[in-house]
């Protein structure tokens, strides 16, 4: 009698979807019931991860020579560094969290406890992304390159505390829909290679793209607010930088991020793959 034909499927050692989908929605239950203490720090060191990722990126960008899309996309790459630690290292992202909702929605975690996490993980991601802008600040950092550097991380600065509002909420729902994507398809991945090369791509297409996310904008502006008034960057116009921009760049980006992450990818994946269903039993 002939051998069983292997199935097509054998050797694929990934996730399925489905699968994914129960990961995130039991992590999100853990996350949700963990205690303030923990999840302020892993807060603090998630906005730390995603600072240094705007640190490299903004390296990168700096004079590359290759035309606005490849460096784009190279710092992009760059960025990606922030989501590998927080995924990898371990720690609380506002907008990986956004992903919670899957649990909120399944009635295992309620509302309280969802936007509980939400105020305690966003206020550690301000206080991480802040405290690098203030230390490669104090690291004169910004001066390498003949402060080319810094000059590219003002530049930026500017930008996003000028763009209207619309704009910014828009930008900041693609964003958080590929950085939600990035976490999902790096949660069906089962070794740290497996989720750091499905990390890079959706990081660096929202960062070549100019969305706009929140906890990255946190580092982007303060280390603005840093620079300006420095005299070897008086040549970039930083009438733009206000704190009333900042404050709207960050509000409509926090929203955008939500709609992106949680209704887009959260809602979207539970309800394909968790809702309760009139086929299932009982």
Known sequence: MDAPAPHPMQ???AFAPAEIAQLVRTRGVAKARAGVVPTFVLGVLAGAFIAMGGV???LVATDS?????????????????GLILVVIAGAELFTGNNLIVMATASGQVRVGQL???WIIVYLGNMVGAV????MVAFAEWWTLDDAAVGATALTAAVSKASLPFATVFWRGVLANALVCLAVW?????????DKVIAIVPP???FVANAFEHSVANMYALSIGFL???EPALSGVDTAGLTPAGAIRNLVASTIGNIVGGALLVGLVYWFVYLRPSDQEPG
């Open 227 to 229: 620079l300006k008034g």
């Open 131 to 134: 405290s690098v802008a203030i």
């Open 11 to 13: 050797g694929m050692d």
């Open 115 to 117: 936007l509980r996490n």
């Open 65 to 81: 020579g290759l035309g606005y899309g490849p460096t784009r996309l190279l710092a992009g790459v760059a960025f990606s560094l």
């Open 185 to 193: 398809i790096a949660t069906g991945g089962r070794s740290v290679m």
């Open 203 to 205: 990081i660096a297409a």
């Open 56 to 58: 490299f990126a903004t």
